[in-house]
């Protein structure tokens, strides 16, 4: 059913725990729907993602689409970042098995809601 | 390649070799259609009679009351649809509950759809259903009431013969889909006064796609199918000679192992529930402690999701473990975006009923296998409660019971 890129970010997730001191998190999804997913970012001067880690709670494409995420985060500007979609997480995944695509593909909402967070704190500051 | 261990043996159950042999000559050599009078079409009758009057034996019925089938699905199907076209004057009212197998739910919905009424009785916090709930819910206009013997999910065991007392006082044809039960623990239709069951191959060591249905003789029902006299004209087709032959194999087979297979799964099911609650933190177990399949072990386990418990027990990282293979209750494997209605019906919170696990034992599983199992879920739990980002140790969400209120991803997103 899974694709051997999801198989493998699953069973050797990247970047997964919590940045220290981060500077934005975005935490998405309900655990009575089986899927959260709690995104931390570290970011430099320049404004790029310097670290991003992941926590998830969820199935094998929630796993997989937020170490997915994590890695393609990782030193984007907060612009560049906020372009990643849903479509290119799973298709850097080589593709999601469609009921997957709705529930389980809330990682590149979890970074957008930290870069949200990030610049709520920073604004004209 | 690792060798594998199968703990999904409620799903399905590798056939006996032994089965496997019985139905070998049925394919190539001796392949006449029962219908037939020469010689070979003779000699499969013969064989079909055979097997059942084996399955007859199994169940405490009479070989004329045994109707081969396709499996279970059909043969649940027939009753409720078959009982209620032919019962459609009488009333047109079925008691069932909450926590049966879709093959049970479905045909209902679609009677309901045409105009008939069902009661979907409530369980307990164990999966029971209560006799006099039953007694209570049935009406002038109630012409059937189906209930499941051994619960597929939980293991849970209707008080059936309590039931089946009720039905018969009542004079209300009565239904029990037995597929979990038959062949893993005694069942007798006269002790359930049950009218009609339903059983399959499949989960007792037989091959797929045959199965039968019981019907006490008077039992009045409408065929599901439409065709040729076969079945005593009540199920048409040409018989699947072969699996019948398996089915009568496994019948026989059952019988002989039932009472020691029975005494050791049940240990080997303890050992296991004993040894998770032992080795694991904010657990729950699923269904009846004791009035429970022999081969049945259903946890929730708190902080985490089926599916990646399923998928991490079947791909394992680590060179030297067996990949396991098991079943989940999560939404994420049920195609839809709720859990399992049968945990739902519990009352566990939809949290929980995601984070469901169900282990399932057969004949070929050893201490050894269980052992390697718990090691490895004890594991794959650790690893996935640590990337979890809402296990906290000891919130007792397992100990509240309490319903929430369910997911609602599509407003969510």
Redesign the interface.
Known sequence: M?SEKV?DH????RN?GEVKDADGVG?V??????????ITIKVDDEERIEDVKF?????????ATSSMVTEMAKGKTLGEAEDISKKSVADALGGLPP??M???N?AS?GLKKAIEDYRSRHTKG | MKEAIFLDNAATTRTDPEVLKAMEPWFCEKYGSPATLYAPGSEAKQAIEAARQRLADLIGADAKEIYFTSGATESNNWAIKGTADALASTGRHIITNEAEHHSILMPCRFLEKKGWEVTYLPVDGDGLVDPEAVDGAIRDQTVLVTMVHGNHEIGTIQPIDEIGTVTREKKIPFHVNAAQSVGHIPVDVQGMNCDLLSLTAHKFYGPKGVGALYIRRGARITPLLHGGGQERKRRPGTHNVPGIVGLGKAAELARGRLDKEMERLTGLRDYIIDSIGNSMEDIRLNGHRSRRLPNNVNFSIEGIEGESIMLSLSYPTSADTKPIYVSTGSACVSGTLEPSHILLALGIPVELAHGSVRISLSQDNTREDADNAVKALVEVVERLRSMSPVYKRGSKQCASGSKSDGCDCEAAT
Not at chain 1, 55 to 63: D, E, F, H, V
């Open positions: 899974y198989m699953f069973q050797n997730p997964m935490e999804g309900n655990p009575q729907c089986g899927d959260v997913m709690r926590k998830t709670l969820g199935c094998g494409a929630a796993i009921q997957k709705h529930c389980s809330l909402d």
